[in-house]
């Protein structure tokens, strides 16, 4: 129990800083905006860090693919799962999110006056589709990348960087070597910058709270609520389908014979980073030959999280809600499932994901710093569920791309060949 409660640790400091601050802004009102520049200091910290952190993150785990038998197949065949199992998630969050409107009926009519900046532009509607395309996914010069508001052009140029590196074979390994270092310390980083995260977050939802008022609070509700109803759904439904997938009737009884451990551990923990060692060890008595344990495993807990993608979604739709924009047409649609893709993959390993998913939903639409606040109080309430979903996904992942590598009988065949070798 002490175990569980220091895991929790921060995860209850944080939200009881923020509760702390709600009421604190509930009843001094627009007088708590005096401490609103602790708020402003702390989304200064986390912007100035969100480039290099994003570089480094995508970059390594790309690059450090190299030197693994049958790269080619087992990779590409990851790419194909973790893709679909995410698109599956997106669709399954955007139709709760559309279904459940999470500030229905709540009037939040006082904070369009925070996005009086925030207006699309003429020389973006004049542009054509396939220049809106070369505009949105890339830049004319390399110090337009250093820009937070350019956060989809530097992750492609991150993973182009993290392949030619990868594809470098031996020349390429040292160059691999200091962008896995540079993931490692800009993480580091990240965790220096949320020790003040308490206060930061604290003194802006007290600024918020007291602009607000009570608005925004029983949308919190419907989001957790709405959450756990698709984390469930997820867990045995689609889980169970995976692991069929996998292989048949006998591939839900080796997943769900083996999950249990990587379950419980993701949701004490509450880090994808430090469910790795149980994953590994619960995927190879799945049967997962080990170069592809070895590669899946560590490569999904960066960069594969289901449970962000639907914590992404909800996000976007809270914040969609929140200002009144147009959710429902094809364009915003097709936008909320890319940019919660891009959430998933993101995300920091750790609890409550360093705030990295929620500063790319703000650069990528749009919104302003200020509301920040807003959706980190979303990434901590969903944070243990989204952890469940995030590193459990990816032992039955494990499964689905070994099933794609080995062939039909591949479960069959790793239990025979378990027989003859025993340990």
Same mark, same amino acid.
Do not use: H
């Given at each position: 129990?002490?175990?569980?409660l220091?895991?929790?640790? #921060?995860? !209850?400091?944080?939200?009881s800083?923020?509760i702390?601050?709600?009421?604190?802004g509930?009843i001094?009102g627009?007088?708590a905006?005096?401490?609103?520049? #602790?708020?402003? *200091?702390f /989304?200064?910290l986390?912007?100035?860090i969100?480039?290099p952190l994003?570089?480094f993150?995508?970059?390594?785990?790309?690059a450090n693919i190299?030197g693994?038998r049958?790269?080619?197949?087992?990779m590409?065949n990851?790419?194909?799962?973790f893709? !679909?199992?995410a698109?599956i998630?997106?669709?399954?969050g955007?139709t709760g999110?559309?279904?459940v409107?999470p500030?229905?009926? @709540?009037d939040?009519s006082?904070?369009?006056q925070m996005m009086?900046?925030?207006?699309?532009?003429a020389?973006?509607?004049?542009?054509?589709l396939l220049? $809106?395309?070369?505009k &949105?996914?890339t830049?004319s010069?390399?110090s337009m /990348?250093l820009s937070k508001?350019?956060? *989809? $052009?530097l992750?492609?140029?991150?993973?182009?960087?993290?392949?030619?590196?990868a594809m &470098?074979?031996e020349?390429?390994?040292?160059?691999?070597?200091v962008?896995?270092?540079?993931?490692? !310390?800009?993480?580091?980083?990240?965790q220096f910058v949320m020790y003040?995260?308490?206060i930061?977050l604290?003194?802006y939802?007290?600024?918020?709270?007291g602009e607000?008022?009570t608005q925004?609070?029983?949308?919190?509700v419907?989001?957790f609520v709405?959450y756990?109803v698709l984390t469930? /759904?997820?867990?045995?439904?689609?889980?169970t389908?995976y692991?069929?997938?996998a292989g048949g009737?006998?591939g839900?009884?080796v997943?769900?014979?083996?999950?249990i451990t990587?379950?419980?551990?993701?949701?004490?923990?509450c880090?994808? @980073?430090a469910c790795i060692?149980v994953?590994?060890?619960a995927v190879r008595k799945?049967?997962?030959p080990?170069?592809?344990?070895?590669?899946i495993?560590?490569l999904?807990?960066n960069t594969h999280?289901?449970g962000?993608?639907?914590?992404?979604?909800l996000?976007i739709v #809270?914040?969609?809600s929140? #200002?009144?924009?147009d959710? &429902?047409? *094809?364009?915003s649609?097709? @936008?909320?499932i890319?940019?919660s893709?891009?959430?998933?993959?993101v995300?920091g390993?750790?609890?409550?994901?360093?705030l990295?998913?929620?500063?790319l939903i703000l650069?990528v639409f749009?919104f302003?710093?200020?509301v920040?606040p807003?959706?980190?109080?979303?990434?901590?309430?969903?944070d243990?569920?989204a &952890?469940?979903?995030?590193?459990t996904g990816?032992?039955?992942?494990?499964m689905?791309?070994?099933?794609l590598?080995e062939?039909k009988n591949w479960?069959? $065949?790793a239990? $025979?060949?378990a027989e003859?070798?025993?340990?």
């Open positions: 129990m002490n175990k569980v220091s895991n929790y640790r #921060f995860t !209850i400091i944080l939200l800083a923020i702390i601050g709600g009421i604190a509930f001094f627009p007088d905006a005096v401490v609103k520049p #602790f708020g402003d *200091l /989304l200064n986390m912007f100035m969100i480039v994003v570089f993150s995508i970059s390594s785990a790309v190299s693994m049958r790269l080619g197949k087992i590409l990851i790419f194909v799962i893709f !679909i199992t698109a998630s997106a669709v399954l955007i999110a559309l279904m409107d500030l229905k009926d @709540a939040v006082t904070i369009s009086t900046e925030v207006e699309e532009t020389d973006l509607e004049e542009l054509s220049g $809106q395309l070369v &949105t996914f830049v010069d390399f /990348l508001s350019n956060m *989809l $052009q992750i492609v140029f991150s993973l182009l960087v993290g392949l030619a590196a &470098t074979g020349k390429g390994k040292p160059f691999a070597d962008l896995t270092s540079g993931t490692a !310390i800009m993480m580091k980083v990240v003040y995260a308490p930061g604290g003194c939802f007290a600024a918020i709270i607000l008022g925004i609070l029983g949308g919190y419907r989001v709405l756990l469930v /759904l997820y867990y045995f439904v689609f889980f389908l692991a069929f997938f009737k006998l839900i009884k997943f769900w014979k083996n999950a990587p379950s419980v551990t993701a949701i004490a923990t880090s994808s @980073a060692p994953n590994l060890a799945m049967g997962v080990k170069d592809i344990a070895e590669t495993i560590p999904g807990a999280k289901d962000s993608v639907f914590g992404g979604v996000k #809270f914040l969609f929140l #200002f009144g924009k959710m &429902t047409s *094809l364009s649609i097709l @936008a909320i890319g940019v893709f891009l959430v998933g993959a995300m390993a750790i609890p409550s994901g360093g990295i998913g929620e500063m650069t749009g302003p710093p200020e920040l807003i959706i980190a109080v979303i990434s901590t309430i969903i243990a569920p &952890t469940l979903l995030n590193s990816n032992t039955v992942c494990a689905m791309v070994s099933r590598v062939g479960l069959q $065949q239990f $025979q060949q003859k070798n025993p340990v």
